[in-house]
């Protein structure tokens, strides 16, 4: 069974539609605004591009919980499962639109300690802040190599990048700095590739 009917992705008036329908899921359930809004953008840019999913209260409620758990809502207890009860969905369909909204919008999942999920935003301030590190710093190794003629590593760089976003600028909270030394250091490895292949021609 498929979760998604893509059949009517191209028409807005869909979209404005189901977005109606999550404001007032959200409001029978006394949803804060400021998560509501953030959730709401959530499903109109998935609609647009998926769909409308089978099961809305379940993918309203995923999507909800997806921007609950923020990185900067860290330390965050809540479960899965109390979310699920709370909002009277199953967990397992909460949990399927959860990766459904990963996969397709491309979200990254960070884990803190206690191996609890929260959810980072392809085009959220905190992706915008790492990229735009990750590109200047990358940047100025490749050009300070070709003067120099000597190289950092990329661990290092991505220490000092991390460094610098977790204690320096505190756009991440310390509880993620190895799940974001992973991600800066294939970032870093990506901006690296691209740049040497432009330099190189290719």
Same mark, same amino acid.
């Given at each position: ?27 029978? %359930? ?5 998560? *509501? %809004? ?18 809305? &209260? ?36 909460? &949990? ?24 980072? &935003? ?21 050009? /300070? ?9 990329? %661990? ?7 460094? /610098? ?34 330099? *190189?021609? /290719?």
């Amino acid at each position: 069974m498929t979760h998604v009917d893509k059949s009517m992705v191209v028409n807005p008036q869909v979209v404005v539609r189901v977005v109606r329908d999550a404001h007032e899921f959200y409001e029978q %359930n006394g949803i804060d605004e400021r998560y *509501e %809004n953030i959730a709401l953008d959530l499903i109109r840019r998935y609609v647009s591009s998926e769909g409308v999913p089978r099961e809305v &209260d379940s993918f309203f409620s995923a999507a909800l919980y997806v921007v609950t758990r923020h990185p900067w809502s860290h330390p965050n207890p809540i479960t899965k499962t109390q979310f699920s009860e709370r909002l009277d969905v199953k967990e397992s369909s909460i &949990d399927w639109y959860t990766d459904s909204i990963v996969d397709k919008l491309r979200y990254t999942v960070l884990y803190d300690t206690s191996r609890l999920p929260f959810f980072m &935003d392809p085009e959220g301030t905190v992706a915008s802040v790492i990229d735009s590190v990750v590109k200047s710093s990358v940047g100025e190794e490749v050009v /300070r190599s070709i003067i120099k003629e000597s190289v950092v590593s990329p %661990n290092a760089l991505a220490e000092r990048i991390v460094d /610098r976003l977790c204690s320096v600028v505190k756009i991440v909270p310390i509880a993620f700095v190895e799940e974001i030394h992973n991600l800066v250091q294939r970032k870093i490895e990506e901006e690296s590739k691209r740049l040497l292949d432009q330099l *190189e021609g /290719r």
